[in-house]
């Protein structure tokens, strides 16, 4: 039976090990050798934190993915709720929503690309309730929170849509004692709604922090990092580094520091979010 | 336990779902549908008229009256993108395909096989595919260069071939069908492969058909590793073509706009058919377990 066992996980270990364990142990050798393979120690590290703009890309990386996540899952939560109420049309509003999760990335990103022009839809909007036009994607002050417009309009569908689940298996009784007890609509929510949905919370809100730290299609398609590199994030840098500028030692020095900064984030949501379920 | 709307027991007071709740459902829709509608009713206009009919805002923005252009669809079609898609829609159903057959034969021996330490494997499996693709591209790349599998659907398909998240779906699934079939089965003397082709297998058709949606749309959503190990134009993806379209020097925005409605129709109209399938299964409750 071992042997069944093995040979029916076989495609998917052989696979895990090829396509995901190799390559990353590989990129880890890589940022300790120079181009020609010749072992180096940590001088790569060394270089790529001296590089003037470095930190700034960290720091880049940091705000989109934290501001980003923090966004989506709010709204997500905020709408899994509004949508579940009892209204006319929620199942219509919901689809409205929820559809755009199959659009991909590269078609929203040039519909978004056009909506957030000088003279595109979103200033001509804004234009009817009296707001001068904004630069958006043009303005290195306002570029990377256009790009996190563009994320959340396919992503909070997304995320919501896990919620709606988790609010679905909440047995109904529970909010009916809680009533019994006298308790108000945002009582039932901090009391009821938010702890019973701590694993859902927990999943949408790593698998967004991991989507969002290699997010790429966008930068590629409009900025290209600028403007003044103010979307220049880690993902971007590995892009550049390995693709454009050819220098795989620093590629790989790039993506150390975001596989890093993906799983201390990852570890310290698990972290956070089990001590406040195991304080209630 | 359903997820039918409004069936959560979270209901807020009549008086405040009147006011309150159905006029900012409405709100936050229309914040959703405006982008939506816009889109489509471009991708039926001349290119210039995208921009020139913004200006002022009207309902002849969200509709295209005069000038209707609906040649912007088989234009577009008849460029690169035409060729592109078929691309896009052989690897993803590929994809979807070959990689169900992965997960579901990887659920199957971690739910049903009664095997020591089978959760520990699965968390192993479930975490290691947390690992982002995208940050690990550059190795990937050498290795399918150096296996030349650059230019090839297989290529694109392969590093995504198991997909920790349709395993993990499954195996949750898989879980609920009583060991009691499995062991009479046992009994009959039927093989593994046996209980996995004629017992689990025709139990979890919706699971699976959830699964091979979620596979799919991930294969339709890739961007960067297409980009990469595709430099043949005759192979390139849908969303590869699109940005190329986008990226030239006079965007055509009639026909950027009419590709991606089509690229955003496909998974669409899967998921508004499925809707109910996906938000049934991707619930992570601990009770199914």
């Known amino acids: 039976m071992r042997l069944w066992f093995v040979g029916f996980l076989a495609p998917a270990l052989v696979s895990l090990v090829a396509f995901r364990i190799v390559p990353t142990v590989w990129v880890f050798k890589q940022s300790t050798e120079d181009q020609l393979g010749n072992p180096v120690g940590l001088e790569n590290y060394r270089f790529l934190f001296n590089f003037p703009f470095f930190a700034e890309v960290v720091q880049t990386t940091l705000t989109f993915v934290l501001v980003v996540v923090a966004i989506q899952i709010a709204l997500a939560l905020c709408l899994a709720i509004l949508f579940t109420q009892r209204v006319p049309l929620a199942r219509f509003w919901r689809a409205v929503v929820f559809v755009p999760i199959g659009i991909p990335i590269a078609a929203s990103t040039v519909v978004w690309g056009a909506a957030l022009r000088e003279n595109g839809l979103v200033n001509a909007v ?138 201390l984030l990852v570890t310290v949501q698990f972290l956070l979010l089990k001590s406040g379920s195991e304080q209630r | 336990m359903s997820s039918e709307v409004g069936g959560t027991g979270l209901e807020a007071r009549d008086d405040v779902r009147r006011w309150v709740i159905t006029p900012l459902v409405f709100a936050v829709g229309l914040l959703w549908a405006v982008p939506t509608v816009w889109l489509i009713a471009g991708s039926l206009r001349p290119s210039n008229e995208i921009f020139t009919t913004l200006d002022p805002v009207t309902w002849q923005t969200f509709l295209p009256i005069e000038n209707f252009k609906p040649e912007n669809y088989t234009n577009v079609l008849s460029t690169k993108f035409g060729r592109a898609l078929v691309n896009s829609l052989v690897i993803s159903i590929g994809g979807a395909a070959s990689g169900l057959f992965v997960a579901s034969l990887a659920a199957f021996a971690l739910a049903a096989m009664p095997i020591r330490r089978s959760r520990l494997v699965l968390g192993i499996v479930v975490v290691s595919f947390l690992v982002p693709t995208e940050a690990i591209s550059f190795p990937l790349f050498s290795l399918f260069t150096a296996w030349s599998l650059e230019n090839t659907y297989h290529g694109v398909i392969l590093p ?115 809707q109910r399938y996906i938000i049934n299964s991707v619930s992570l409750s601990a009770d199914k377990e």
């Open chain 1, 126 to 263: 804004l234009d009817i309730a009296g707001i001068p036009a904004q630069p958006w994607l043009s303005s290195p002050s306002q570029a990377l929170f256009s790009l996190m417009i563009i994320a959340s309009w396919v992503g909070v569908g997304y995320w919501m849509t896990f919620l709606i689940a988790g609010l679905g298996e909440i047995p109904s009784s529970l909010y009916e004692a809680a009533m019994i007890d006298g308790a108000g609509w945002f009582q039932l929510v901090r009391r009821i709604t938010l702890p019973m949905l701590t694993r859902p919370i927990l999943f949408v809100i790593v698998a967004d922090t991991v989507l969002a730290a290699v997010l790429f299609a966008p930068i590629a398609i409009l900025t290209r990092g600028g403007p003044s590199r103010a979307t220049h994030v880690l993902m971007y840098e590995v892009y550049d580094r390995a693709f454009i500028s050819r220098d795989i030692p620093l590629a790989a020095v790039a993506s150390v520091v975001l596989l890093t900064i993906v799983a």
């Open chain 2, 160 to 274: 995504s071939i198991a997909d920790g998240f349709a395993i993990f779906l499954l195996y949750q699934f898989f879980l609920g069908i009583p060991r009691s079939l499995r062991d009479a089965a046992m009994v009959d003397g039927a093989s593994w492969l046996r209980i996995y082709r004629s017992v689990y297998v025709p139990l979890s058709v919706p699971a699976l058909i959830s699964a091979a949606i979620i596979i799919f749309l991930f294969h339709w959503q890739a961007y960067l590793w297409p980009l990469l190990i595709v430099a043949q134009q005759d192979m390139i993806v849908g969303q590869v073509a699109l940005a190329q379209l986008f990226g030239q020097f006079e965007t055509d925005y009639g026909m950027v706009f009419a590709a991606a409605v089509i690229l955003g129709l496909i998974p669409g109209m899967l998921l508004f058919y499925a």
